[in-house]
């Protein structure tokens, strides 16, 4: 089965950037997307942000127009560019694979251990 591993997470001011990184140990049908998906301290899994392999996106309305999520799959990798990052991004970010619906997608991989993002006010 594909394994993803996320990185790039860590500490950053309001206002600030990050990139987070989504590597696939092996390939996803064409037919799957690949999400992004976060969990705060106390809250449930949400979801971020997902592509299609024709590079269809759909964002959640809390991060539109501030992220940014696009693949490479020359490194069989989806990048999670976060920009004006707001405590309330706060969150362990994961990243999954599924099958792609019209607002987010249905989950078919494992989860990993996510990669942690912290904003400072």
């Known amino acids: 089965q594909v394994q993803l591993v996320e990185s790039g997470g860590g500490l950053v001011q309001t206002g600030g950037s990050l990139r987070l990184s989504c590597a696939a140990s092996?390939?996803?049908?064409?037919?799957?997307?690949v999400g992004w998906y976060r969990q705060a301290p106390g809250k449930q899994r949400e979801f971020v942000a997902r592509?299609?392999?024709?590079?269809?996106?759909v964002y959640a309305d809390s991060v539109k127009g501030r992220f940014t999520i696009f693949r490479d799959n020359a490194k069989n990798t989806v990048y999670l560019q976060m920009f004006r990052l707001n405590p309330e991004d706060t969150a362990v970010y994961y990243c999954?694979?599924?099958?792609?619906?019209?607002?987010?997608?249905?989950?078919?991989?494992?989860w990993g251990q996510g990669t942690q993002v912290t904003v400072s006010s």
């Open positions: 092996g390939s996803i049908a064409r037919s799957n997307a």
């Open positions: 592509i299609t392999s024709g590079g269809n996106t």
């Open positions: 999954n694979w599924g099958i792609p619906t019209a607002q987010a997608m249905l989950i078919s991989g494992s």
